[in-house]
Every structure is written in structure tokens, then in C-alpha cells.
């Protein structure tokens, strides 16, 4: 839900900075809202005034708003619930449809009304359909108090004004999610033509139904997801437009394959501000690569990358760990993290760490037993963790909001799998046996990557002295030999 009023200053927008427990989004600043459950297809069936487009959706920010800020829009504007009928729909909401229907909590529709529609970009393999719904409740001195202390979603609440709200994101002062931001761009541009009159903006938005038109993890970083064959359940790999959105930018990993991510790419380009200035590769894994021949006919720029990435890839400019990448009123540093791959390159900046395969937004993150190295992937990722980045942009899934915990869970499985494959060796024994014993916690685990990860455990500790391969199986080097 879009909620706005008449601020003193302006069209104000309400957003709630979302728990840091939250799976979507956690410690990032939203808007209200949920999705749709069968208490909201009953109450469209039961309630004739949630009748007309969208009436699901509709009933589902109703019952939202009651929950969440325990307001409820009615013909004469917002009204705050009662506290014990908010209690009763937050612990069940199958509640709400009773004490609608018991006259305890108002159901008017008529000043709600669908803004845009956005679907979820393919970062796993399902989509949603999000509806963004509107309300503009008048002047701020008539918007009720909301109390937050009920519901457990949100720990904090501004309502400020669109441009606020983006200069402090392009500041990297607040985390803003995704579609938000895109959407308050939209309100902006709008109500710039409409002398700020946010009833006529939400009418002329809702006529065009705008999409999607590009999306920003952050100020600067623009991802563009691209199909590839990669590891499942990822299917794409996250190209990143990275650089100053009106100066030089570059193009991170462009990895398409097919004519279609091409002109994906080509298209983001075209709307970007900016001038781009060379595309960069992270490592040369071909879900990270693309058809170089495509690439070099849609974009004649330079290409950059590590050392090693040059030995299959010609680049004309080589990247040295420490050193930094000026791209308009924006800077990257170079950090060559090998682990995953030999020359594997992220790049840390105010909005935070390019992280390439060191962590992923969806699945896991294997390290290939003959380039990779396990013992130094850790070293690697424990070395990200003391920069502290503001956010974690990876090659496959979503931006993460909490980098210092997701390294640490990482780091943490990592040295967990990496005792148990130690401690799964007993006598003589084959890869099979230790890979069964050490992934025994996981049956649902691929039998030929549990294999594979084992591998890349056994050449660390062998690299330690800890282990030894022998012609009839792995031993440890305190057991004797047969």
C-alpha cells in the first residue's frame, strides 16, 4: 500500500522499516502490505463494498492496514482501530472477516485504487505479481497516530517526502527496497507535472500503469538479470550496471548467452544516464562470461579484468587487488578473492561489495576442487566481513541487506563441513564413503556435489598436512600405513 497525505512541506509517503528478522527485505524501509490468503477471497465473497478491480488485492490491504497500522480507511477518511480488535486480527486473521462483518472494523474501497503492477525479477525460479495499491489520506493533521507496539513486522515508520526519501537512499544512509525506490522516482516525475497534487498523480499513474523499467539495489547499482546455466536453483546470473547514474559506469559480468539477454543488456544501457566505459568480469566461469562475440558487437568498449581472467579472456585493462576505479563521483575498490576461482575479483564501494561467487542471494556457492581452494575461499570471506559492507550484491539471487551476518553463516557451515569431512575419514576410505558420512546431516544434497565439495575439503586439508590420498582410498596422516 501506498499511503500518502499532505505534509507541511508536501506530499509526504508512509514506509515502515521492516524487522531484521523478516525473510524479504529485512532492515530495509517498505512500504505496508502482504500477500493475498484465503481470509481475502472470503471477504470479497462475504463484504459487498470490497466488490469491483482487484477486489482480493484490495480486501488484502484492507486486512493489512489493520494489522499493521491498525488504521482503516473510511468515507470520511482514516480511523484508528480498536486495540482489542487489532489484537484479535494479528494473532489470527481469519478474525477479520468476523468483525468486518460485525460492523467493528471498516471496509470502504472507494478511495483505494491500483497504481502499477510490478513482477518479480527472475532471480529463483518463481515470480510474483505485486499490485501497488494507493490512498491518499488528506491533510496530516487529520491521519490518526499509528502504534507500531502490536505488530511485529516493523520497528520504525517516517512519512517524508518522496525526494527525502531518495536522497538519503542515494546516500546510502537508508536501505530502500527495490521496487519502492523505482515507484517513488515514478511519484515524483508525476507530480512534478501535476503541481504536486498527489490525487491527480496517483490518477495519471494508475491511467499508464507504468513497469518496471529498471532495477536498483542501490544508488549506482542497477542489476540486469540475464538467463544462464548456472547452478539450480539459480537460472540467471545478475549483470550490474556500477558507476555514477549520470558519469562513466561499467557493465559487470554481461554474461548473455542468447540473442534476448543481449538486447536486455543493450536496453539498460541505452537508458542509462551515463557513459559506459568498459565491461568487467568478475571471474571466467562462462555463467559469468556470456558470448563474447555477441558482447563485442553490442558494446566496443574495453574489457577489464584479474590476471587470471585474462588467460582465457583478452582484457585490455588488468585489475590489481587495492587499487581503486573512478566512475564519475562514484569509487571501487578492487579486491582480487580468489577461493571460489583463481583471480575471482569483488569490487567495494559506499554502496556496498560487488561479491561476484563469494556468497549468493539464492542457493550455494561451490568451490571446485581443482581451481578452487577451500581453506583460502574462507580466508577470503572472513577478510569481506572486516570491510563491513553497507550491502552484498551477488551474481545470483537478490541483494542481502545483513552482510556481516550472512558472512559469518558462511564462514560458520564452511568450517562445520570442513571438520566433518576431516572427521568422516576412518582407516581407508573412498571419496563415496566420506562424502555419505560428512553430508549425512543433509540427505536432500546432490550425491555428485556432495562428492565434488568433499573433494575440495580433502585438497585443503591434504594442503594442510592433515590428510594423505593413498592408491586404495584417503587416510588420515596420523593412521598407519597398510
Known amino acids: 500500500m501506498t499511503m500518502t497525505?499532505?505534509?507541511?512541506?508536501?506530499?509526504?509517503?508512509?514506509?515502515?522499516?521492516?524487522?531484521?528478522?523478516?525473510?524479504?527485505?529485512?532492515?530495509?524501509?517498505?512500504?505496508?502490505?502482504?500477500?493475498?490468503?484465503?481470509?481475502d477471497a472470503a471477504a470479497v465473497e462475504q463484504l459487498p463494498t470490497l466488490e469491483g478491480p482487484q477486489a482480493k488485492t484490495v480486501a488484502c490491504i484492507l486486512r493489512e492496514m489493520c494489522e499493521e497500522l491498525g488504521l482503516a480507511p473510511t468515507a470520511h477518511g482514516l480511523v484508528a482501530l480498536d486495540g482489542e480488535v487489532r489484537k484479535e486480527i494479528i494473532q489470527d486473521k481469519a478474525r477479520y472477516l468476523p468483525l468486518a462483518l460485525e460492523g467493528k472494523v471498516p471496509h470502504t474501497r472507494s478511495s483505494i485504487n491500483v497504481l502499477c503492477h510490478r513482477i518479480t525479477p527472475p532471480f529463483g525460479p518463481v515470480q510474483f505479481d505485486n499490485a501497488f495499491l494507493h490512498y491518499h489520506a488528506g491533510r496530516a493533521t487529520d491521519v490518526p497516530e499509528i502504534d507500531l507496539e502490536p505488530q511485529t513486522e516493523f520497528t520504525d515508520l517516517m512519512w517524508e517526502q518522496p525526494t527525502v526519501i531518495l536522497a538519503r537512499w542515494a546516500a546510502h544512509e537508508i536501505k530502500v527496497a527495490p521496487p519502492v525506490v523505482t515507484l517513488l522516482m515514478e511519484i515524483e516525475r508525476t507530480l512534478a507535472r501535476t503541481e504536486r497534487n498527489m490525487p491527480l498523480a496517483a490518477k495519471d499513474i494508475a491511467k499508464r500503469l507504468p513497469g518496471r523499467q529498471s532495477i536498483l539495489f542501490a544508488h549506482g547499482v542497477e542489476v540486469v538479470p540475464i538467463k544462464t546455466a548456472t547452478l539450480p536453483p539459480a537460472d540467471h546470473t545478475n549483470a550490474y550496471l556500477l558507476g555514477d547514474p549520470d558519469g562513466e559506469f561499467v557493465l559487470v559480468d554481461p554474461a548473455a548467452h542468447l540473442r534476448e539477454g543481449m538486447e536486455d543488456l543493450a536496453t539498460a544501457v541505452e537508458r542509462h544516464n551515463g557513459t559506459l566505459v568498459a565491461l568487467l568480469f568478475t571471474h571466467s566461469h562462462g555463467d559469468h562470461i556470456g558470448d563474447l562475440g555477441l558482447l563485442r558487437e553490442a558494446f566496443d568498449v574495453p574489457i577489464w579484468g584479474s590476471e587470471y581472467t585474462s588467460k582465457t579472456v583478452k582484457c585490455d585493462r588488468i585489475l590489481n587487488d587495492g587499487e581503486l576505479l573512478t566512475l564519475g563521483k562514484t569509487e571501487w575498490e578492487v579486491l582480487i578473492t580468489p577461493g571460489h576461482h583463481p583471480g575471482h575479483v569483488c569490487l567495494l564501494g559506499d554502496a556496498g561489495l560487488i561479491a561476484g561467487d563469494m556468497v549468493a542471494g539464492i542457493g550455494t556457492i561451490l568451490i571446485p576442487p581443482h581451481t578452487g581452494d577451500m581453506q583460502v575461499y574462507l580466508e577470503q570471506l572472513e577478510r569481506l566481513k572486516q570491510r563491513k559492507p553497507h550491502l552484498l550484491f551477488p551474481s545470483h539471487g537478490p541483494v542481502i541487506a545483513q552482510p556481516t551476518k550472512v558472512f559469518e553463516r558462511y564462514i560458520h557451515h564452511r568450517q562445520a563441513r570442513h571438520q566433518r569431512v576431516l572427521e568422516a575419514i576412518n582407516g581407508t576410505s573412498t571419496l563415496s564413503s566420506i562424502a555419505i558420512k560428512a553430508y549425512s546431516d543433509t540427505p536432500d544434497a546432490h550425491p555428485g556435489l556432495a562428492e565434488d565439495q568433499t573433494l575440495s575439503h580433502l585438497l585443503a586439508h591434504q594442503r594442510d598436512g592433515l590428510v594423505e590420498q593413498r592408491p586404495d582410498g584417503w587416510h588420515r596422516i596420523d593412521s598407519p600405513q597398510v
Not at 509526504?12 to 481470509?39: C, I, K, N, Q
Open 5 to 39: 497525505r499532505d505534509g507541511p512541506n508536501g506530499v509526504e509517503v508512509l514506509l515502515g522499516l521492516r524487522a531484521p528478522t523478516m525473510a524479504a527485505f529485512p532492515s530495509y524501509w517498505a512500504f505496508p502490505g502482504g500477500g493475498v490468503s484465503r481470509v
